[in-house]
Structure formats: C-alpha cells, structure tokens
C-alpha cells in the first residue's frame, strides 16, 4: 500500500473556526525567539490536519518573577484576556490558548501580520492641543528639555480597546502591543500583566477618560456582566485560568464601568502611562 498523500497545509485566520483547535492541537516547530519580548517568547508554526499557521508560544518556565503578580501565572492572564476579549464581541486579542509545548506548558497565541506603516495610531505632535481626529494622552519629554504632546488616534477601534483593558485591568497597554492589520481590523497583545485585584491601569490610550462610554461599550458590558454571574460562561471560562478574587474583582471592575457610565481615569495610585511607553 502506498503512503497516504500529504495534505498540503491551508494557513487559518484569527475568526476560522479551526484556530482553537489548530493551537491546542497542533505540533510546534520553533523558528526563533523574539527577542525584544521582557520574557521568553519564541516565534513557532503550529500544523495539525493539513493546517498550518504561525505563532507565538510563551512557556511559563521563561516567566520573569514580578513583585505584584505570583510566579508562573502570565500566560494564564494571556488566555484570560482573550477570553474576555471573544465574549465582548469585539475580537481584539488573537486567538490564545494554554497548551504543553516544546518547553513546557505556555501560552500560544495566533501570529497577526501587521500593516505597512502608514496607518499610524500614536503620534508625538508639537502643539498644546490635538489636532481634529486625534486625543490627548499628556506632554512627554523628547530630550534638551524639550517637550512633546502624546497623542492618539480617535479611533473606534482604540476606544472598544480602552474598554477592555479597563475590564481585564491591563498594567501594560504601551504602543508596540497595538497590531493594525491590513484589512483594517486591530489586536492587542501582551496581557501577561492583567487581571490584578489592585487598580494598575497603565495605558497609552487614556484618550476618552472621563466622557462618556458608548452606547455600544454599554451594551457590551451588559453581556460581561450576565457572562460574570456566577456560573456564567466567563466566569466558567476564566476559573482555571485566574483567581476566585481576580474574577471577583473583574466582575467588579464591569460593575462600576456601568455605574458610571464613562471611560475611567487615571487613579494616581500607579503610573498611568507604562515605561517604556512603545
């Protein structure tokens, strides 16, 4: 009998339905290492079934000790992240899952391929003021005591973003962790920081703080609430992945979002703005 034929690999996108089960499946191929990543990261193909993509695996033994988060628990947050992130609707975060792999378990999360530059969505502008389409983060030092306004895109795709990090808590949303696409779609990602008990919200894209939310945003966090009830489908997804209190205190965080009924402001317990800041 001869050998079956192989089936030639189809690569998937972020809203296939057999991504999930291509990323917890799949066999692993590291192909390098990222190297400007703060923990190890390496840059893999995932194949399984004649599919094929892309990756991103992050093994937990390559986890840096963090003062305010217990040891080994990041790529845990990182799936949590996209788990609120797929009940919001909105697919900002790619598709992640917690999986064994080549070093161990970690988290393993779709590449995303990135728009030419063009598009831009932060700027440093010399001015006192943002220009029409653009919302004002504060004044930056650029060296020679100079100083520069940080600005960035009124986009609707930053403000959904805005409010999910509020959600998930999000102690690092810098500028490198924005992933425009081509085909005009966005992603964050790195959510190794999320998820605290504590307000450590530390974000580029305090834009909106303090106007008030969507009618959309509202109606979203409407559906996070009921998914957080107990024995709701979040709160389900998100218990082994993240603490009782984390999950709590998420549930919390959607509570006084719609209490409210505005984006949040900084809280003056942390640094509002993550260093560095790209």
């Not at 892309?54 to 788990?83: I, M, N, S």
């Not at 728009?115 to 060296?143: H, I, Q, S, T």
């Not at 106007?211 to 966090?221: G, H, I, Q, R, Y």
């Amino acid at each position: 009998m001869s050998a079956p034929e192989r089936i030639p690999p189809r690569s998937v996108s972020a809203d296939d339905p057999a991504v999930a089960v291509l990323l917890a499946e799949g066999e692993l191929t590291v192909r390098g290492r990222i190297r400007e990543a703060s923990n190890a990261a390496l840059y893999c193909t995932v194949t399984h079934e004649g599919l094929e993509a892309a990756c991103v695996y992050k093994p937990v033994a390559g986890e840096r000790p963090l003062w305010d988060f217990p040891d080994g628990t990041l790529a845990g947050r990182e799936v949590a992240a996209y788990e609120v992130s797929r009940a919001t609707g909105w697919g900002l975060v790619p598709p992640t899952v917690l999986r064994d792999g080549p070093y161990g378990e970690g988290m393993c999360q779709l590449w995303i391929e990135t728009a030419p530059a063009g598009a831009e969505l932060l700027a440093l502008v010399d001015a006192e003021e943002p220009e029409p389409g653009w919302k004002a983060v504060g004044f930056a030092e650029v060296g020679e005591g100079r100083t520069a306004l940080l600005v960035h895109a009124d986009d609707e795709r930053l403000r959904r973003l805005s409010v999910l990090d509020a959600v998930i808590n999000n102690a690092d949303r810098k500028g490198g962790h924005l992933l425009p696409t081509a085909d005009g779609l966005l992603y964050g990602i790195d959510h190794g920081v999320t998820f605290n008990v504590e307000d450590k919200l530390r974000t580029l894209l305090w834009g909106w703080a303090g106007e008030p939310l969507t009618e959309e945003a509202l109606d979203v966090l409407k559906g996070l609430r009921k998914a957080l009830a107990d024995g709701g489908t979040l709160t389900t997804a998100l218990t082994p992945l993240i603490t009782p209190a984390e999950v709590d205190a998420a549930r919390a965080r959607v509570e006084a979002l719609l209490t409210s009924g505005v984006h949040p402001e900084p809280g003056g317990r942390w640094p509002a703005i993550p260093w560095p800041p790209v």
